[in-house]
């Protein structure tokens, strides 16, 4: 079950007092119940304002401790300048004010009245997204830590027109929270079975929802995926999501994800120094399930199919060997000189079944597919590689707006002579130079000429520290992208 805290909007009503957070922008003298609250405190805010050299600047705070008229804390926060103001910082303002107001209790009201119905519902999911808090195996509570928190009243100059520009945003908060609990779950908690039954839960909201157990995919040949899925003792899945909220008989926009749920290299062993981040390496197939529940949520105008390959990569002593070659739904085959590329094996079967069967608009993948995508582009970035100008546009424009950055990389054809094997179609490694660039290529050998996309988020998807939407740890990365990207270029 997905716990968000509880939105409720208002008319812009003068507090009696608690805490309170003021969004204000730069350049302005005090206005509306900013002004109320600084002349009811005696002026209190402004010279807190003054005497911290504060500038409104976007998503900055200020904090002001009793400034009095019963208030324990009135903390400013920056929209900067008004004329600059767009969605997505009204969001980072929205994020900083959680934060801020959690330093001080459960629940707290922000003032809005400064911002158009849409602004405010945008700082409305700031406010969602920055509260958020994966303490599910928490016994007991942190000393020193912030309160989570539960209740948040907006006041806002039009309760009811950011009511209803917050309906359609309140699903996308759904599917990033639900993309950010996937993540975040341990691995014992999240084998594929278990990840099927987080998906099933989508039919709630009118998702059609089909299983391919391990019986199936043999059938249909996905012998890529299932030599990855060999080594473990937890069944694979591939799980088609169906949401038709389009015109019938539309072809779908499609979504791809990667799900290793745990990836211990197999064979191919990976250091034991870090892999316990090895949980998120299902972090495409989170980010695509959050997709479909933001769609299906605010009944998107749109025929979508998700579709994710759930395995878990293990060592045993049936698992896949190093030389192995294994044969693809599409019938080319591959030789896996490193068990450790699992990724681009999986894809490769569920890529070619999606187009095949859905023939869609267009493909989308995500995947945290290879390291050096981390040493090309850090973690502020994720790498776009696409076969189509105009979706890798999209995607380019659509990830600048929602802050969820995307960064064009080659996909030349020599890159594919890297892949060449001397026995089999391909290998499923090219060497170490542009490694990111070669896994790319190989996926593009299974998408035919459907419009597509691979999106290699390993740096993105999980954070060591806070951003400017997400706390620390998993981030949703994705979810806002590919939402905004329907509904900008897509839908209706």
């Not at 406010?127 to 016994?139: A, I, P, Q």
């Not at 996937?182 to 089909?210: C, H, K, T, W, Y």
Request: hydrophobic content about 45%; aromatic content about 6%.
């Amino acid at each position: 079950m997905i716990h968000m805290l509880d939105i409720a909007f208002s008319d812009a009503t003068t507090p009696a007092g608690g805490t309170i957070a003021i969004l204000a922008p730069s350049g302005t003298a005090p206005a509306g119940m900013f002004a109320q609250i600084d002349a009811a405190t005696g002026g209190a805010l402004a010279r807190a304002a003054r005497a911290a050299h504060f500038g409104f600047e976007l998503a900055k705070t200020c904090v002001v401790l009793a400034p009095g008229a019963g208030y324990d804390r009135v903390i400013l926060v920056g929209l900067g300048a008004m004329d600059a103001l767009c969605a997505t910082g009204a969001e980072r303002a929205g994020v900083a004010a959680a934060r801020a107001l959690a330093q001080g209790g459960a629940q707290g009201a922000i003032v809005a009245d400064s911002l158009s119905p849409g602004l405010a519902a945008h700082a409305a999911l700031g406010v969602v997204l920055g509260s958020y808090r994966f303490d599910s195996y928490r016994t007991t509570p942190r000393k020193g830590e912030a309160e989570k928190l539960a209740r948040v009243s907006v006041l806002a100059a039009d309760p009811a027109a950011t009511q209803a520009a917050w309906q359609p945003l309140a699903a996308v908060a759904r599917g990033v929270f639900l993309c950010r609990d996937l993540v975040s779950e341990p691995a014992n908690m999240l084998r594929p079975p278990e990840f099927e039954q987080r998906i099933l839960a989508l039919r709630d909201l009118g998702v059609e929802v089909e299983v391919l157990d391990r019986d199936a995919m043999h059938k249909l040949g996905f012998g890529a995926l299932l030599g990855v899925a060999q080594g473990s003792d937890a069944p694979p899945r591939t799980v088609i999501m169906r949401w038709n909220g389009g015109v019938a008989g539309e072809a779908p926009v499609a979504f791809v994800g990667k799900g290793v749920t745990f990836d211990s290299g197999g064979i191919s062993i990976k250091p034991a120094a870090g892999m316990d981040e090895m949980k998120t390496d299902m972090g495409g197939a989170a980010a695509v399930v959050g997709t479909m529940a933001a769609l299906a949520g605010r009944k998107a105008k749109v025929n979508a199919v998700g579709v994710v390959g759930l395995v878990e990569n293990m060592l045993s002593g049936n698992a896949q060997r190093p030389g192995d070659v294994v044969r693809t739904a599409a019938g080319q085959t591959v030789e896996v000189l490193n068990t450790d590329a699992e990724g681009r094996l999986v894809l490769a079967d569920v890529l070619w079944y999606t187009q095949d069967r859905f023939k869609p608009r267009f493909m989308v993948n995500l995947a945290t597919l290879t390291g050096a995508i981390v040493v090309s582009l850090g973690v502020e970035r994720a790498g776009l590689f696409s076969n189509n100008d105009e979706l890798a546009g999209y995607l380019s424009g659509t990830g600048e707006a929602t802050g969820e950055k995307l960064w064009r990389m080659p996909l030349d054809a020599a890159y594919l002579e890297l892949l060449r094997s001397d026995i089999a179609d391909l290998k499923n490694i090219g060497g170490r130079p542009g490694g990111s660039i070669t896994a790319a290529k190989f996926l593009e050998c299974f998408v035919n000429d459907v419009p597509w996309a691979h999106l290699d988020i390993a740096g993105t998807v999980f954070s060591s520290r806070a951003t400017s939407h997400a706390p620390k740890g998993a981030t949703g990365f994705g979810v806002r992208l590919l939402d905004r990207l329907v509904s900008t270029h897509y839908e209706g």
